[in-house]
């Protein structure tokens, strides 16, 4: 079934042309890039509850998905099957094992979140978020490079993950020892991913030659879902413990405060990364680079910009003190 689907899929790329392939990776591409930025926006200046839903969903679905796809060693379906003939540019892209299709996890997860979210009083809001979904998940089967099987896999994956996540969410928003206690789970789970990912045997199968697959690249993205999975949960616990940061500002306030947190994302993804690789190795590197990362996202820059805010309201709350002072004195 999976391959009479991704031929028939093949035959109606090769007949509409470069327009409809280069529309298929667009969507695919903003199914990654679109959910990472939107969940950092949502967390540092929309709404703090909400952003903790979707980031946490979205890294959980990338974390399970990576510990399944690691497991599974599944190979990419033009590899299993030699009439399967995907776009370059959509190969490129497509590196590693195939079940379950990380796009479409990150995707259903992100956007299943913010449908979730929406469905009650933005039906509209929420009619997008599933059109983006099925639109990703069919990307991936129309550009060739993941079965049908491998999207919807991800997409119950998905759906699973966020209905039970939506009762823990609740029932930790209520019992602070419960969350405590989930996120020490999570970290631990993550830890023993990573031992998982070092220690487990890979297929070493050659195609003319070459690896098919290397297990040290598949291993580095399980160590980086690993990382951020990591850093979410470490910095969730610092973040409500010791910041309990607001969203509140003007609109200009918050398009600052977004710019103003790019920096230290981009030095360390383009800067620092290739540094820690050599020190720490990439393995090991890996887990720092996006461990960092998180932690930064959910606690560190949030941590910056409330105490800068705090310094400024009592700074504005002494002025009035002083104003009133020099009002009441008798002339």
Request: aromatic share 10%; net charge positive.
């Amino acid at each position: 079934m999976d391959l009479k689907y991704l031929l028939l899929l093949q035959q109606f790329r090769e007949s509409a042309g470069d327009l409809m392939t280069a529309s298929m990776m667009l969507i695919t591409n903003f199914a990654t890039i679109g959910s990472a930025v939107l969940c950092v926006i949502i967390f540092w200046t929309v709404d703090r509850i909400l952003g903790y839903w979707v980031i946490i969903n979205t890294v959980s679905g990338l974390f399970i998905n990576n510990v399944i796809k690691l497991t599974a060693c599944v190979y990419r379906p033009w590899i299993r099957w030699q009439e399967l003939d995907p776009p370059e540019k959509a190969i490129e892209t497509a590196t590693g094992y195939s079940f379950p299709s990380g796009h479409t996890q990150i995707a259903s997860s992100f956007f299943g979140s913010c449908a979730m979210s929406a469905r009650k009083n933005h039906k509209a809001v929420s009619a997008f978020c599933i059109a983006v979904i099925l639109l990703t998940a069919f990307s991936r089967n129309f550009l060739g490079v993941h079965t049908l099987t491998d999207v919807v896999t991800s997409l119950l994956i998905s759906a699973v993950m966020i209905a039970v996540n939506a009762r823990l969410f609740d029932k930790a928003r209520e019992d602070r020892s419960l969350l405590i206690k989930l996120l020490a789970a999570g970290c631990v789970a993550a830890v023993l991913a990573i031992v998982y990912f070092t220690f487990k045997t890979y297929p070493l199968d050659y195609l003319d030659g070459d690896l098919i697959v290397d297990p040290v690249e598949m291993k580095n993205d399980g160590y980086a879902a690993a990382g951020a999975f990591l850093g979410t949960l470490a910095g969730a616990y610092i973040e409500i413990r010791h910041v309990r940061f607001t969203t509140e500002g003007t609109l200009p306030v918050k398009i600052l405060r977004v710019i103003c947190g790019l920096p230290f994302v981009l030095i360390l993804m383009f800067v620092l990364k290739k540094p820690i690789y050599s020190i720490a190795g990439t393995a090991a590197g890996h887990v720092i680079i996006y461990t960092v990362l998180t932690l930064y996202i959910i606690a560190g820059y949030p941590a910056v910009f409330t105490a800068v805010r705090r310094r400024r309201n009592n700074g504005q709350d002494a002025e009035k003190d002083y104003s009133h002072k020099v009002s009441d004195d008798p002339e």
